[in-house]
């Protein structure tokens, strides 16, 4: 059961049944002023319940929404996280949507809006202090879905300091290194107004370069690979705006790169829809590996041993 809380972080929140282990949830509500961007910024949290809900250093996931819609997705996958935690599928960890328009979640190139500035010197600092969550970049991560998704790929990728882990749900970038390059079936649902007023008039394309996700991973792969970050980047194959193809972009671009990440193409769905919470589940399924890794298989580690000695014989370097 999950509840809307529109009070402060600390009313109180219904008990976890000692008999069932039920784990309920609350939507926490609030605001944060700002000067970074049109302020002030609301903002949802998903706060699990159970034992030492108030003192347990938790993970903590920013949970990026799409251009058109907003916080309430929070609302819409609680019952997926809730079920998750419920079953033991996943760690429960504090879930955290900002509402943010259509900003691309970018720093604006005129600097008029700074919502990438804003989201890691204010809104992540501003969450660490109000919730007990871990300060370690393996549990923090970063997540979204279409201009979420893309905004988590930028984010994880520009800081991989900071996020340890990027899930990115039918990101909406586009199939290119240059925007030169970018065929007009790719970006026909962006105005050229709407586009210019987030990477300048004229339009800048060294400034989309410099925050597109596949360019990034092209230019810093070598610091990329040392981060050893965990990426899960799937998208529908029939996806109506055609993000299938700029999300197969991104995972070559990562593979080209020896960038590891796990990639999954959704056999017939699309942008919206009633496969979104099943897909949503098997990111979060990714996330659950990478918290909670398995334990090491003798058999997985006899077989390296042997390939190893297979390789030195052919002549490979290992």
Not at 69 to 79: F, I, R
């Amino acid at each position: 059961m999950v509840h809307v809380n529109d009070g402060a972080a600390s009313a109180a929140r219904p008990a976890t049944h000692p008999a069932t282990h039920d784990v309920f949830a609350t939507i926490e509500t609030g605001q944060l002023a700002t000067t970074l961007v049109p302020s002030p910024v609301d903002y949802r949290v998903l706060v699990p319940d159970g034992p030492h809900a108030a003192t347990q250093a938790r993970p903590l996931m920013l949970c990026l929404h799409g251009g058109l819609g907003g916080h309430d997705l929070l609302e819409q996958v609680a019952p997926v996280f809730q079920d998750m935690w419920r079953s033991g599928a996943l760690p429960q960890m504090i879930v955290a949507t900002p509402e943010t328009g259509h900003s691309f979640y970018l720093d604006y190139r005129d600097g008029s809006q700074r919502w990438e500035t804003f989201l890691l010197s204010e809104l992540l600092p501003h969450l660490r202090e109000r919730y007990p969550v871990s300060r370690q970049r393996d549990r923090t991560l970063v997540g979204g879905i279409s201009m979420g998704g893309m905004g988590a790929l930028r984010l994880g990728l520009k800081y991989p300091d900071i996020f340890g882990v990027i899930a990115a749900w039918e990101p909406a970038i586009e199939p290119a290194l240059a925007w030169r390059d970018v065929r007009l079936e790719d970006r026909f649902w962006r105005s050229a107004e709407l586009m210019e007023i987030r990477f300048g008039r004229p339009f800048d394309e060294a400034y989309w370069a410099a925050n597109n996700p596949a360019t990034i991973a092209a230019t810093r792969a070598r610091d990329l690979r040392a981060a050893d970050l965990r990426i899960y980047l799937e998208v529908g194959s029939d996806d109506v705006y055609g993000l299938d193809r700029g999300t197969e972009f991104m995972h070559r671009t990562l593979f080209d790169h020896g960038i590891k990440h796990e990639f999954c193409t959704v056999y017939g769905a699309d942008h919206i829809g009633p496969t979104i919470a099943p897909r949503f589940r098997d990111g979060l399924a990714f996330i659950a590996r990478i918290l909670k890794p398995q334990v090491p298989d003798w058999r997985v580690t006899r077989l390296r041993e042997l390939v190893v000695v297979q390789k030195r014989r052919a002549g490979i370097e290992v």
